[in-house]
């Protein structure tokens, strides 16, 4: 399964990248590949690192105005333009999509790959990985969105919440499975 990534190149503590790691190794371990980014820094490295180490392979799309922090080793590289083509080839090339901590960026295309979902142009899995609450700030607003009639679709149909990386991949294996 080609598994779609999207998280943080910020350097994050312990808190994070542990996880980080562990979720890494359940998809090398599992014969997957990690479709991400393509940076070579902070938690895109970490998670990187251990998918190679466990023996998964790394397709990376990059942005031209990050080419300098794309990883070399990455099996293979593509550099798109812009953000925008950048996240419509992470999601081209994805079976699933896992969204990890982040910032603005990662909140930018967890909110567009929702979206996308919502409105049928896409019928991935998509998991957000709550490792140490991060995201329930999210899912309370989610689900107040549903409960409110904003979502035009369940919002169990347009996410799964995840509390570590052995749920989520156990999720998304069932998923694609279908």
Same mark, same amino acid.
């Given at each position: 399964? &080609?598994?779609?990534?999207?998280?943080?190149?910020?350097?994050?503590? /312990?808190?994070?990248?542990?996880?980080?790691? *562990?979720?890494?190794?359940?998809?090398?371990? %599992?014969?997957?590949? #990690?479709?991400?980014?393509?940076? !070579? $820094?902070? #938690?895109?490295? $970490?998670?990187? !690192?251990?998918?190679?180490?466990?023996?998964?392979?790394?397709?990376? $799309?990059?942005?031209?105005?990050?080419?300098?922090?794309? =990883?070399?080793?990455?099996?293979?590289?593509?550099?798109?333009? !812009?953000?925008?083509?950048?996240?419509?080839?992470?999601?081209?090339?994805?079976?699933?999509?896992?969204?990890? $901590?982040?910032?603005?960026?990662?909140?930018?295309?967890?909110?567009?790959?929702?979206?996308?979902?919502?409105?049928?142009?896409?019928?991935? +899995?998509?998991?957000?990985? &709550?490792?140490?609450?991060?995201? !329930?700030?999210? =899912? /309370?607003? #989610?689900?107040?969105?549903?409960? *409110?009639?904003? #979502? +035009? =679709?369940?919002?169990? /149909?347009?996410?799964?919440?995840?509390?570590? %990386?052995? /749920?989520?991949?156990?999720?998304?294996?069932?998923?694609?499975?279908?």
């Amino acid at each position: 399964m &080609n598994i779609c990534v999207f998280l943080s190149a910020a350097d994050l503590d /312990e808190r994070y990248t542990a996880p980080a790691r *562990e979720f890494a190794e359940l998809i090398g371990k %599992g014969g997957h590949t #990690l479709v991400w980014g393509g940076s !070579d $820094v902070g #938690l895109m490295k $970490v998670v990187a !690192d251990g998918v190679q180490e466990a023996g998964g392979r790394l397709v990376g $799309v990059s942005v031209e105005f990050l080419r300098h922090k794309a =990883r070399a080793r990455a099996d293979e590289m593509v550099i798109a333009g !812009d953000l925008a083509e950048r996240k419509a080839l992470l999601l081209a090339r994805a079976d699933a999509v896992v969204i990890m $901590v982040g910032g603005t960026g990662t909140l930018d295309e967890a909110t567009e790959i929702l979206e996308l979902k919502k409105h049928g142009l896409h019928d991935k +899995p998509v998991v957000l990985l &709550n490792t140490a609450g991060f995201y !329930d700030g999210l =899912r /309370e607003q #989610l689900e107040r969105m549903e409960a *409110e009639s904003f #979502l +035009p =679709r369940p919002l169990a /149909e347009l996410v799964r919440f995840a509390d570590d %990386g052995a /749920e989520a991949i156990a999720y998304l294996e069932r998923a694609t499975a279908r």
